[in-house]
């Protein structure tokens, strides 16, 4: 008896056989063929574009970044970061709101794509702890890319850095930063610390949540991209090329009015608030 066959895509990305024979109705075989790994060579390609991506970055701060104006330096940190995206196979998309000029950008935090995302989206300045100055060229490229730094623990230093961060803010650039102080796999968000929230009330300069999330190739909701816990750089990396696809989504939520009296932990409270309803999550 001849029969024929077909496959269909189940939601985790597995393809499932189907087998119809003449006169029947269509079987389901049990077994689920898993999804196809992303190719080596495909693997190859994407870490080649990646270190040449990556020199083009020191070239540019090196060389072109001195003669550069701020917003040109911006506009140059928006375009790389695209082309970074899209070299380890990530594709942006952004929904919401426009993002309000002069705005601190809060987001939940995920991963180390979770920076570049926010730079295709709108460059900004990232606070960030101090001992990231000394990290080999990543401490450097950051200390020449607005990056805000921060000694925890030391309150005079944050007084300076909420000058800093204020004194960008009222010149038009945005300031982004992430409240839980740390990453999660993207299925919960942490509390937020609502100090980070004191420079926008200080320079009462709008405040703008992100909700950022990572999908897969068949549009659910992944954990690859995830930085978190003992994972290292490489294996992060190596994790990300072995998907064939990936998408970032960033919706930017409406923006809160701060003001000196508005009171940073109901601010902060209200931000996160906001991207928990977004992700369908609870607090």
Request: glycine share 8%; charged share 20%; hydrophobic share 45%.
């Amino acid at each position: 008896m001849s029969q024929t066959s077909a496959a269909t895509l189940a939601p985790d990305g597995a393809r499932v056989a189907h087998v119809s024979h003449p006169g029947e109705a269509s079987a389901t075989i049990a077994a689920v063929i898993p999804p196809r790994p992303t190719p080596s060579l495909l693997r190859a390609w994407r870490t080649l574009r990646l270190g040449l991506h990556l020199a083009e970055g020191v070239l540019t701060v090196l060389l072109i970044f001195p003669l550069a104006s701020m917003e040109a330096r911006r506009r140059l940190r928006s375009a790389w970061s695209h082309r970074l995206l899209a070299a380890l196979g990530v594709r942006l998309r952004v929904d919401g709101e426009p993002v309000v000029k002069g705005s601190l950008l809060v987001a939940n935090h995920i991963s180390w794509l979770d920076i570049f995302a926010i730079h295709a989206l709108a460059p900004a300045a990232f606070v960030s702890k101090a001992e990231v100055r000394d990290w080999p060229l990543a401490g450097w490229l950051a200390a020449r890319n607005e990056t805000v730094f921060l000694r925890r623990g030391s309150r005079g230093h944050a007084k300076v850095v909420n000058g800093e961060i204020a004194s960008i803010l009222e010149k038009g650039g945005h300031v982004a930063v992430f409240p839980e102080g740390t990453t999660t796999d993207g299925r919960q968000v942490l509390h937020f610390h609502g100090a980070l929230m004191q420079p926008a009330l200080d320079a009462a300069h709008p405040v703008q949540p992100l909700a950022l999330s990572y999908h897969d190739a068949t549009g659910r909701q992944t954990t690859a991209t995830a930085y978190v816990g003992e994972t290292s750089f490489g294996e992060s990396l190596a994790a990300i090329l072995a998907e064939r696809r990936l998408e970032v989504r960033i919706q930017v939520l409406p923006s809160h009015e701060a003001k000196p009296d508005t009171g940073r932990r109901a601010l902060s409270n209200a931000c996160r608030s906001d991207i928990l309803a977004h992700l369908g999550q609870t607090g």
